[in-house]
Structures are given as C-alpha cells and as structure tokens.
C-alpha cells in the first residue's frame, strides 16, 4: 500500500513540526551552566517550560504526519516555512526571558531577534543578568550567525536544506551538499571560537567571558558579559584579537575556504576584499582625524579607537571600545552610519547592504556611463570579480541590485522617522536605527531596557528585515495573500 503523499502547507506544517522539537533541544543547551554552577539552578524552568512546549508539539504534529511520505512544496512556499521557523525560534526564546519576571515578552522578543540575528542591541542589564542568560544570549548569536536555518535542516535533509538555506539569504555553498557545506562551515566557525577564545584568555580574559566574546565576535553579534564592552578590558591585545575575530566574521566563507586552500590571488582579487580595502584607506584616516581635531586625542589613541570602531561598525559586530557614542564628533558618527548601512561580505555573519552589492552598483554606474559614452552599436560583457573568477553581470542581476539597495534605503528612512516621532534627533534615530536594520548593535542610547514598546517592535522588525534580507519576508507574505485570495474566489 502506498503511502499518502503530502505537500503545500500540510508540508510546511510538517516541517515546522520537525523544526519546532529541535528548536526545544537547543533551549535546553544553556542549561549546562548549571553543573558548573548549581546556584543558577532555579533558572532551569524558564528553559524547560518553552523547551517541553516545543518538543510536544513539534512531536505531536510530525506523529500526526508519521506515515506521511513528503512530497514538494510548491513555488515561494519555501520562503513561507523560512520566515515561519524564524518566528517561531524568536517567539520560543523570548519565553525565558518573559518567564524570568524581569522582561516583558516585547523585551524578550526583542533581545530574541537581536540575537538570532546577530545584531547585539540589547535590554539586558549584563551584571544582573545569570551565566545561564549570558550563555543563552551568546547561543543565539552562534546560531544566528552560522545561520538558523542551517543549523536545523542540516539535521534533517540535505535533498530539501540547500533550498531553505538559500531562503535564508545565504549564497555560500561551500560543498556540492547542505551537510557537506554544513560541516565545513561549522568547521571553519567553531575552529575560530576555540582559537579566539584561547587568545583571550591567554590575554588575561576569564574563560566564561572569553567564550562568550569568541562566540559573538565571530558571529559578529557584539553580545558582551560587561556592560563596557570590549573597551572596558581597556587592553590592546584583546581589542587586537577582537578586530582579527570581527574580520574574519565579516568575510565571505567562500573566502575562508580559499585562505584555507592557500588561493591567495583568488582572495585579494576578490571584489569584496578590494572594496574593503578601498573603504580603509577612505574611512579610516577620516576617524582617525575627526577625533585628533574634535577631541584632542593623540594619534595613537585616535588610530586605536578609530580602526577598531571601523572595523566594528563595518562588520556588523557592534563591540565598542569607548564608552558612549553620543560625546563623540558629528563626523565621527556620521562616518560610523555609512559603515553600518554598507555591511561586510556577502555569504558572511554581517549584515547591511553587503559590500558585493555596493562594488556592483559602482560597477554598473561605470558601465552606464561608458555605454553613453561608447557607439551605440558596441556590445560589451559585463564581469565582476567573484573569487578569481571573472563572472559575468547579467542585465537582471543589475535591476535586482539596485530594487534591493532602493528597498534598504526606503526601510532606513522609514524606522528613522519612527523612531524621530519619539522626540529624538534625526542623527541619534538614523544611527540607532542604521545600527539595527544592518544588524550592527551600536547604540547611542534609544533602544534599551526603558524603551518605548514601539520603539523597540520597530528596531525588531528592522533587525528581522535586516536579517533575511527583505525579499524572503515581502515575498512569503505575498505566496500567501495570493493563495488565500484564490481560495475565496474558488
């Protein structure tokens, strides 16, 4: 007897069933803090409760689907289950924190997103906050940051994985597979964790503190054990690593993978690696000057604060090395918003516009110009350097770029002006809400534990946004307006 097919959404429905069980046992992963610190034990049911809810459920839709065999999902409906095991992953972790008695479920729901989605603003007061929430925050960032949805289909199906993690906004298929790419990726990510974090600690950083800032740097997250950041280490040596960990999480794996080869003609020939390049030698002598002439800083301190804010605003990881950022120079931050609405390389931890995006529309300006300029008749291929490659540019992939930069800029200006509604300046609530829409986690002080709810639902939404990179989201909603509307005209 054959098994009964299914497929659409009682095949979504069966996925999330299967996605919701493993969402449960990763809350239960922070929980380990307690056999190393056993006064943290009343902390292990605002985890087990949402962790048990998950599982049962999960459990009992895919014993519901059990002698099921899966078909297909139909166009745009993997974009549907994406945005789906997003929110359900935020909404489940924001239960601990509203089970705690400290946050709201706004406050959790917010801190959830910044988390998953690497961003690293937060409402968490750090020196109340228990080893168990430290962690929690931290494992949200790795997932996060190596991506969800890797995370889980990886233990699924790799026949089904590679088109879920694309959804998700990743182009970095390192390996013909998911679970080939997965384990290398992993590999790569989990290998500079453990390298980080031994330099920090050799550093003289506490091993807690150094695995949780390991984590997040690569991850380029910026969730810190100190409400100082990084800057309250106040050590060269630790805000070296963190520079080299924020580099190397904002970097294409594609990248990491070449390095690792030794391709290094492939990889300083790289148009992101050449972009970066040319930012640094603009930007960074820019902040280092705005702060000698601003605020009397030597050129020492001015290069030492200046490159590692650079290098945190670009990546995407938000860790600070100066304690507020509303005292520094017009200019300074300024230079900081452009950084963070740039973003790092595509296929990275980092968010933002992405540095390949931005190198392909100078690149189409150029050959717009030279095509007005050429015969009318003269036919050129377009390229643009992937990796030692020499790629051709199609005309859509132009269009395309330039609707996603368009949709970028039209969604900054909007949280801005939201965020303007409130009473704050416009450059207080371009740079909170550049910090949030590219991920980043820089803050001057509008998101917090004592915001307005509107206000932190507005920086979610733009870290969501931000996170799955607009299109997965505006198309999943459209898959299903339209699916609904033929129904009610069937």
Not at 83 to 99: E, G, N, R
Not at 467 to 489: G, N, P, T
């Amino acid at each position: 007897m054959n098994k009964r097919v299914i497929s659409g959404y009682p095949l979504i429905l069966n996925y999330l069933g299967i996605f919701s069980i493993l969402i449960g046992l990763i809350l239960l992963l922070p929980l380990t803090v307690v056999v190393f610190r056993p006064e943290e034990l009343d902390q292990v049911f605002y985890f087990l409760i949402p962790s048990l809810i998950a599982i049962i459920s999960g459990g009992t839709v895919a014993y519901w689907f059990r002698d099921r065999e899966k078909g297909h999902l139909e166009r745009n409906q993997d974009a549907i289950l994406v945005v789906l095991i997003w929110v359900m992953a935020i909404i489940y972790s924001a239960i601990p924190f509203a089970l705690s008695g400290t946050y709201s479920i706004t406050q959790g729901i917010f801190e959830a997103t910044s988390g998953f989605s690497t961003t690293g603003l937060t409402v968490v007061d750090v020196t109340r906050a228990s080893y168990v929430f430290l962690l929690f925050r931290s494992l949200l960032q790795f997932i996060g940051g190596v991506g969800l949805v890797l995370v889980l289909t990886s233990a699924i199906s790799d026949k089904f994985g590679m088109r879920l993690y694309n959804a998700e906004g990743h182009s970095d298929k390192l390996m013909p597979n998911l679970i080939r790419s997965a384990r290398m990726i992993l590999s790569i990510y989990v290998g500079y964790i453990l390298l980080g974090m031994m330099f920090y600690m050799i550093f003289g950083m506490p091993f807690f503190e150094a695995l949780n800032h390991s984590i997040c740097a690569v991850a380029t997250g910026g969730f810190s054990t100190n409400p100082g950041s990084i800057g309250a280490y106040d050590s060269v040596a630790i805000e070296v690593v963190t520079m080299v960990l924020m580099i190397l999480g904002g970097t294409n794996f594609f990248v990491h993978l070449m390095l690792l080869r030794g391709k290094l003609k492939n990889v300083f020939t790289h148009v992101e690696i050449k972009l970066l390049g040319l930012l640094i030698l603009i930007f960074a002598p820019m902040l280092v000057i705005s702060l000698m002439t601003a605020e009397g800083e030597t050129f020492g301190q001015s290069l030492r604060i200046g490159f590692f804010q650079f290098l945190s605003a670009i990546t995407g990881t938000g860790y600070q090395t100066v304690p507020g950022f509303t005292v520094l120079p017009e200019t300074f931050l300024f230079i900081l918003i452009i950084l963070m609405v740039l973003g790092a390389g595509m296929g990275s931890t980092a968010g933002g516009m992405k540095q390949y995006r931005v190198a392909l529309a100078f690149k189409s300006f150029y050959w717009s110009v030279r095509a007005q300029l050429s015969h009318k008749k003269t036919i050129r291929t377009r390229f643009i350097n992937k990796l030692g490659t020499q790629t051709i540019v199609e005309k859509e992939d132009i269009v395309f770029n330039y609707t996603f930069l368009m949709t970028y800029v039209m969604v900054l200006l909007i949280g801005t002006l939201i965020f303007t509604a409130f009473g704050y300046s416009l450059r207080d609530s371009l740079f909170e809400f550049a910090s949030a829409l590219g991920t980043v986690g820089l803050s001057v002080g509008i998101t917090g534990y004592h915001a307005h709810p509107l206000i932190l639902w507005t920086a979610t939404f733009g870290m969501f946004l931000g996170r799955l990179e607009f299109f997965v989201i505006f198309v999943a909603i459209s898959k299903v307006v339209l699916d609904l509307s033929k129904k009610k005209v069937m």
